[in-house]
């Protein structure tokens, strides 16, 4: 017992001595985040981000948030991601574990027949030993390798939370930017529909022109080819509408089917659209959180790495009972113990520890670019999505008053037609860019909701 005390006691103070002169703690590269910005002077630096808001706050549509929320509960990827948090949590309980010994029980029965000419074969013909031990072996954290394996083990743990998180912020941003991409497509349906009916009553107008010998039979073809283009145009828009459909259906977990929606003339933005500053992006989006756990992890690697270059320390014990007699086991007399401390230095291994610890750096170096390129791409998309939102609110305001101008060139030149003062070319010109530019309206709208969808993507919104 006494050895016992003495190998702890040298275990410890080597510990106490040694383990902070290898592993290093993680410091966060602040020089690579404060060179990060927004695109943006819309905004004041202070504006606490939109990514703060639950999407339930967000999107008021009450048919959305149940499409998003059945998504969350089936989707395919928001399950895997689950999975993968799991197997994380198990290695993270392993790296934990690295501090406690190992036990095993072992049993054994042995049963030997001696040659006659062997060292014990004149006095045993054959030989039975019976076995019973328990085994305990265990390493002293000296330079620190068990505790960076651990913090290793935790930061991927912590990744994988991550990573479910911007699978589910992705997740909501898809759900929700298609539905408003099928409910502007409802609306450029009506809009079409609208547009053939009118078109049809300019072709029964143009033919009784014709008969008046007002306009030649090339304004009635023109027409009609007009009524053709439209018709056409409304079978590619519902079509689209039932992509997007089976598209949302497979987000959801289910088979192809009609999507409930409502109108796209309700859905109003009523949240305002901050970024707040660069660095949010480290606590809000996932993406950005989960690059930073990769490269705490590659970090607590390295130290264990360059931990294999100094000497390990283990004891060892193995005790139990060990008797040639069934009946005599379980005595004091069969009891034995075996007792080793032992101290590893590597010399010479064929260069695998320099290997390792070499990969181990690079890779640690290729965990800081990915941590800066993530950083660097998200601020670029909350840049790209607030200017695509600014530019589509002026784009709407221009392309409505372009729009109201061409209905008025449209009625007064099917009455210049019908009085004889116009040419048809003109009225089809100003049907054709009416409709355009009715759709272009309607597709604006859309791209407002879908740089507000993006905005509260990027930003890391979704998954509070």
């Known amino acids: 017992m006494k050895y016992i005390i003495k190998s702890l006691l040298i275990v410890f103070c080597l510990s106490s001595l040694q383990s902070c002169f290898v592993a290093k703690d993680y410091e966060r590269p602040e020089d690579n985040i404060e060179s990060v910005s927004y695109r943006t002077d819309q905004l004041p630096g202070d504006s606490i981000p939109v990514s703060k808001v639950s999407w339930r706050e967000l999107f008021k549509d009450t048919i959305l948030q149940n499409h998003i929320e059945e998504a969350l509960i089936n989707n395919q990827d928001i399950r895997i991601a689950l999975q993968q948090i799991n197997a994380a949590n198990s290695f993270f309980k392993q790296g934990k574990a690295g501090y406690f010994p190992t036990v095993d029980v072992n049993g054994t029965y042995t049963h030997q027949e001696l040659s006659p000419n062997s060292q014990f074969g004149s006095f045993f013909s054959s030989l039975d030993q019976y076995e019973l031990n328990a085994s305990l072996s265990w390493e002293a954290d000296i330079w620190g390798k068990i505790r960076s394996n651990k913090r290793a083990a935790q930061a991927s ?5 991550a990573v479910h998180k911007a699978v589910k912020t992705d997740l909501i941003s898809r759900i929700a930017s298609g539905y408003y991409q099928i409910l502007a497509l409802d609306e450029q349906v009506q809009i079409t529909e609208a547009t053939l009916k009118s078109r049809r009553k300019s072709l029964e107008t143009t033919k009784a022109l014709k008969e008046a010998g007002n306009v030649t039979s090339v304004a009635v073809s ?46 109003e933005i009523n949240q305002e659209l901050t970024t707040g500053i660069a660095s949010d992006l480290l606590e809000n989006r996932p993406d950005v959180i989960a690059a930073e756990y990769s490269l705490i992890n590659a970090f607590e690697l390295t130290n264990a790495a360059k931990s294999r270059f100094y000497p390990s320390i283990t004891i060892s014990a193995t005790g139990g009972f060990q008797s040639l007699d069934p009946s005599d086991f379980i005595s004091a007399n069969s009891l034995f113990l075996t007792l080793i401390g032992g101290l590893t230095q590597p010399i010479f291994n064929r260069r695998q520890i320099r290997t390792e610890y070499e990969v181990a750096l690079s890779e640690k170096e290729q965990a800081l670019l990915n941590f800066e390129k993530t950083l ?9 999505a607030m200017l695509n939102y600014e530019n589509a609110q002026q784009r709407i305001e221009v392309k409505t008053k372009e729009y109201e101008a061409y209905q008025q060139a449209l009625g007064d030149s099917k009455e210049l037609l019908n009085n004889g003062l116009a040419n048809y070319l003109e009225v089809l010109s100003a049907q054709e860019n009416a409709l355009a530019t009715q759709l272009e309206v309607s597709q604006t709208k859309f791209d407002k ?10 930003l890391g919104g979704g998954w509070q």
Not at 449 to 458: P, Q
Request: glycine content about 2%; hydrophobic content about 40%; overall charge negative.
């Open 157 to 161: 743990f912590m990744q994988s939370q």
């Open 222 to 267: 023109q027409t009609e080819a007009q009524v053709y283009n439209a018709e056409a145009l409304l079978i590619d828009l519902k079509n689209d509408i039932k992509l997007l459909e089976n598209t949302l259906s497979i987000l959801k977990g289910e088979s192809p089917n009609q999507l409930a929606r409502s109108n796209f003339s309700k859905q």
């Open 376 to 384: 660097l791409v998200a601020s670029r998309e909350v840049s790209d």
């Open 449 to 458: 909701f879908s740089a507000m969808v993006e905005l509260y993507r990027s």
